[in-house]
């Protein structure tokens, strides 16, 4: 393989990755507070996907006006879903939570059937997204270098909220122990509003950003890259923001190098990160970041 | 009331189920016939899958991979050579796939066992793991299995599936096998073994203090589970004769979570009624995909509105009756004596 060509696949891998780790934030988020896998964040990049395809068509909206209100309209489906689906559910067993996941996800995906369809409609990607860079025999779309900009940008925006304000610290203490921050005198149904409105935000830009990478959406969309994001979260060590932005982007990479060097797998690709997930839990179930397990 | 009384009864009731089976067989219409048969694959898929996620409680969202081994072995089995070869178009199928054909009595067994080695493969794993990490895990095999399908051209015959299986099934086969998955099932969480299951469920340190080893009592339930939805999945494709890989896909899980969750988790009577209530509502739900006619109006169906209204039931079930039908109780003969004589004494 040529220097050019394997520079090329890094850059894809950490534009894929960027946008896992967009994603796997939001999972690591919940995960740290309610010790839930939120099986329908998935769907929540296809939710923001769709506002910003209809805002586009019907309103003709610039897409810089758009995205914005996509992400703000996803974020507030993000706390409907927990307000609907997880808070009555709050002392309820663990496996009853997992099961309201996963029915709305499913109710989240048919809805999305019965009301847009199931014809796959192609995502109009802003001009501003759509040049080609091109350096020396490197071809680029300029959305692959933008997607770990942007990614940086609004991370460390999150790294300020969780870790320099009330807010944040606050989080952080539920995700430490649950009821002591509650008789702190937190009101925790606030802070996991919060929480869900920043994970399914980061998610809305995850999807925007995927849908003009493959810009043919249709319900089911969010289903492989949650699970894979999800993957990412616990390689990094799930309830670990840090550990979901490392273990996304070493996922990216890794799914794209694995293509690229061994093309006759490339028909495997969406196994390869449930065997690394298997790989992660038999050997370092805390993932990269976690702490070790205490019984 | 004595043993021997609802061992009576026990064979009584068998009798009576094959009875009216023998009737629908010779009188009943082809549609019928088949909304029995899957009611009967339906049994058996709901009664496996419940002694995992119910009485071991763990959540364990692969059962389509091994329904998908199943179907694919039971298939490439019970195929005549000429019909395989009609069939692959890709490339040949491998060695010694091409060239045997056994009864399909015998490949509902290799499909059985082919998925019970699968479930021990992959037990070790899994049941390492506990509560949501489980969950991704086994989806994540579930997953696999369907990328495998997908991919290994010679010997599943890619994207394209196989096509053409003889109609072996019948309500012989598939309520015999529902009956043999009820009967074993119910013995095995009735015995010893079931009660450590359940002890490994509501408290896994106290029930290893008690000295049950968890890995092994819940890899057994594992292996039983997948063996028999290993021979489901050999039914279900010699009842519909076309089999692909996206036929396996969750969705086939969250079908049978819906079952077991409405008949409530943990109860085999919940499980098998989950089951009828599926697969019966679910051909009775068609009409609201279909265009209705109101005189002058017409409602055009709504593709996929099924799957609406399942979703809506299952979250409505968990979110506003946590217990099912059933919750985790089980209608025994013993159940129905003790209603019977509270409402005399009323």
Redesign the interface.
Known sequence: MSATLFLQQIINGISLGSLYALIAIGYTMV?GIL???NFAHGDLLMVAAYVAIYEILLFSLPWFVSFPLAIMATGAVGILLDRV?YK??RQ?P???L???A???S??ME??A??LIG?VPKPFPRPDFFSRVIEVGDLHILVLTIYSPIVTLLLVLGLFYIVFKTRAGKAMRAASLDFEATRLMGINLDRIIALTFLLGSSLAAAGGIMWAMKYPQINPFMGVLPG?KA??AA?IGGIGNIVGAVLGGFLLGLCEILIVAFLPDLA??R??F???I??GV??FR?TGIMGEPLTS | MSDKLKSGLNVALLFLLFGVLFLFNRYGTGYQLRILNNIAIFITLAVSYNLI?GVC?L?H?GPNGFIAIGAYTSALLSMTPAEKELNFILGQVIWPLGVIQVPFAVSLMAAGIAAAFFAFLISF?VL??R???L???T???G??IR??C??AERVTNGPLGLKGLHPYTNLWWSWGVATVAVIVIQRLIASNYGLALKAIREDEAAARAMGVNPFRRLMLAFLISAFFSGIAGGLLAHLITTISPSLFSFILT?NL?IMI?VGG?GSTTGAVMGAVLFSWGGEALRIVEQPMDFGPFTIPG????R??I???I??MV??FS?KGIMGRSELSWDYLESKLIARKAR
């Open positions: 995960y010790r839930l896998i689906a009555p559910l309820a663990r496996i009853s997992l099961i309201s996963i029915g709305a499913f109710l048919n809805l059937l019965v199931g699970l999800f993957i616990v028909e495997y969406d196994a990160a449930f065997l997930l298997i839990l038999l179930p | 996620n409680g959540l969202l794993p390492r793991v509560g949501d990490y969950a991704i895990v989806l994540g095999f997953e696999v990328v495998l997908n991919a969250f979570l969750v988790l709504i593709p996929g509105m799957m609406v399942f979703s809506l299952l979250m968990i979110l946590r």
